[in-house]
């Protein structure tokens, strides 16, 4: 029914960018023990890939006092997700915690996300707007699915996304550009590295 070879429909610019430090914030989507290590329930192999460039410029973003924010998938016991997922990253458990490799510091926001939407239900867009936030560089994983949702309810509310394309991670590769691909288009979002980032 579908072709089996689908063709990427355009060249995606991918760019150095410059963005002024206090106006940005580096967003860390769902690099949790469910998803980035290999004993989480619903582990994604290629997010391990980005844990070196997201640590490289999570650093980057920390010298020049760039807003750190993770996010959580954060469930109760009965979350009707689960009826698609399987049960992962219930709240408090050792799924629900940041990977030790991108462990958080003082000073760092963490928000608890009941969906695929780290704007949902949750204070992300308080924390931006109070701190005059106009940059979002968005970062982890799961691609399509918890940092494109972020990405799109980010653009949507009239934040500029960037996203550093070694620093998500999917499940498939037509997962991973179709994800580009919406980011690009849709939201007129840019494509950069985590090397091509200067915070200035
Ligand atoms: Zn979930």
């Known amino acids: 029914m579908f072709p089996e070879y689908v063709k990427v429909p355009e060249k995606m610019d991918v760019k150095p960018i410059e963005l ?18 290999e004993k989480g329930r619903l582990f994604v192999p290629e997010s391990r890939k980005t844990i070196e460039p997201i ?7 920390r010298s020049k006092n760039v807003s750190v924010i993770y ?9 009707p997700e689960f009826s698609v997922w399987g049960e992962h990253a219930v709240a408090g458990t050792w799924e629900a915690e940041i990977i030790d490799e991108l462990k958080p510091i003082d000073g760092d926001v963490l928000i608890k996300k009941l969906r695929y939407d780290g704007f949902y239900g949750t204070y992300l ?36 996304v960037v996203i550093p394309i070694d620093c998500i991670s999917a499940l498939s590769m037509f997962d991973y550009i179709s994800t580009l691909r919406q980011v690009t288009f849709l939201y007129r ?9 200067r915070f200035v």
Do not use: P
Request: some cysteine; proline content about 0%; charged content about 25%.
């Open 125 to 160: 867009d308080d924390v931006l707007r109070m701190r005059k936030i106009e940059n979002t560089v968005i970062t982890g994983t799961v691609a399509n699915i918890c940092v494109l949702h972020t990405a799109g309810s980010a653009a949507l509310r009239g934040y500029k």
């Open 71 to 79: 996010t959580q998938d954060w469930h109760q016991k009965d979350d």
């Open 55 to 61: 640590k490289k410029l999570l650093e980057k973003a």
């Open 20 to 37: 002024e430090a206090s106006k940005s914030a580096l967003i860390i989507v769902d690099m949790q023990n469910a998803f980035a290590h």
């Open 189 to 197: 979002g840019l494509l950069t590295t985590h090397e091509g980032i």
